[in-house]
């Protein structure tokens, strides 16, 4: 194991992050779930900085066969793993941005739902979000997602248009209807289970829809 963290982190950037000490405020804050039963504590948590970084970190893991989960928002308990395995947090890699022309908003990484919506709303726009401040975008995407604004809209996962993920092999992979076009209903239907996603691009629309200007 020790080989695989002297490896990894010879790859990584900088700004990315590897925390091996379970004492620390760092370790610990990155390891708080909502719910701590059944939080394991892992051998490492890697924080990749860039989606580079993530796609080192997938890389170096698949080579060594080491196990490895990604955290977002660390709403549910399957984002954690035991000493044989390392987490990838995925919380100092996020933002999310809205495409003038199209109105889509691509969000990255370990970006949350309050942080969605907070930058949507210059823009006087929303998207299928939750209201669970603290949830990570892209499961809540991929898991279905349900929201006060389903009747209006749909689940959230109606509203994936595009993405982009680290494969088992530890490719970084475009997913669209025109690109890998059945890893693009996989994800709408079947979630986390077909790579560690880098980013989503997702539908918006006006406050207007709402009846409400301000949102
Ligand atoms: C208080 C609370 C409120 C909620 N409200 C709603 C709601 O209103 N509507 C709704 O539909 N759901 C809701 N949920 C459920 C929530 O959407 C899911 O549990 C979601 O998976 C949590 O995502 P997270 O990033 O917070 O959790 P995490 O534990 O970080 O991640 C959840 C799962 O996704 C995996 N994962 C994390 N990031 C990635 C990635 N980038 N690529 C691939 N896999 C990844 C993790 O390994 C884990 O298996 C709520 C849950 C809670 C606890």
């Known amino acids: 194991m020790e080989a695989f963290i002297s490896s990894l982190t010879a790859r990584l950037s900088p700004a990315s992050k590897v925390l091996q000490d379970t004492t620390t405020s760092e370790f610990k804050a990155s390891l708080a779930r909502w ?15 860039g989606e580079q970084d993530i796609v080192s970190t997938v890389q170096e893991a698949v080579k060594a066969g080491i196990p490895f989960v990604p955290a977002s928002g660390g709403h549910s308990p399957w984002s954690t793993v035991g000493q044989e395995g390392i ?26 739902m309050k942080e969605l919506e907070v930058s949507l709303h210059p823009h006087k726009r929303f998207a299928a979000a939750g209201n669970g401040n603290t949830v990570g975008v892209i499961p809540y995407y991929l898991g279905g997602g349900i929201s006060i604004y389903r009747p209006l809209i749909g689940f959230g996962s109606d509203n994936l248009i595009a993405a982009k993920l680290v494969n088992a092999k530890g490719e970084l992979v475009d997913v669209s209807e025109t690109e890998n076009s059945n890893l693009l209903w996989a994800l709408r239907g079947a979630g986390q289970f077909f790579g560690l996603v880098t980013e989503i691009t997702i539908k918006t629309y ?3 829809l709402l009846g409400n200007e301000e949102g």
């Open 206 to 208: 006006p406050y207007s």
């Open 87 to 112: 987490v990838i947090d995925l919380s100092r890699y996020k933002g999310s941005s809205l495409h003038p022309e199209t109105s889509e908003a691509t969000v990255k990484g370990g970006t949350l």
């Open 35 to 49: 719910s701590d039963i059944d939080v394991r504590v892992p051998y490492a948590i890697v924080r990749p900085a």
